[in-house]
């Protein structure tokens, strides 16, 4: 499965630099461009942290703010650990990694996709190792590490 083969490159860099939440949010739908246009303008007037002038103009909820930085993290902490075999970089290898779920949930949701096939995401959240949430904004987050992968070539 080579659902990561343009971000393979990302990880190979050393020390990748941590895509901003701005266009994290961005790319998960979370705020429109014009909104972080907005916010980066009010956050140079008056300074403090991009997430607290988008929570503080109600763009999202400081426990969306939160759960987006913490998966951020996560995925800049599995950028570093992560093996890459055979050019390929699977999801699960990034899930636990980045310690949303535990090798031996990535085993049973492994072989519940190959018992009764489907995606390695649908199988996690039909085994109950992660909600459907939870996948979908590590999916975005990929995509936002993609753009930066991207920028980076």
Request: proline residues 3%; aromatic residues 6%; contains cysteine.
């Amino acid at each position: 499965m080579k659902i990561f083969a343009k971000w393979l490159s990302w990880f190979k860099k050393p020390a990748p630099k941590q895509t901003p939440i701005g266009e994290i949010l961005v790319s998960a739908g979370m705020i429109t461009p014009e909104q972080l246009a907005v916010a980066v303008q009010l956050q140079k007037e008056k300074g403090g942290y991009l997430g607290d002038v988008i929570t503080s103009m109600q763009l999202i909820s400081p426990e969306t703010l939160r759960t987006f930085l913490s998966l951020q993290k996560s995925i800049r902490n599995a950028a570093q650990t992560v093996n890459v075999n055979e050019g390929e970089l699977l999801l699960g290898d990034i899930l636990v990694k980045s310690g949303t779920i535990t090798a031996h949930q990535l085993e049973t949701a492994v072989a519940y996709q190959k018992e009764m096939g489907g995606y390695l995401g649908e199988a996690l959240i039909s085994t109950k190792c992660i909600s459907k949430e939870t996948l979908n904004m590590y999916l975005e987050l990929q995509k936002a590490a993609l753009i930066e992968g991207n920028r980076a070539q």
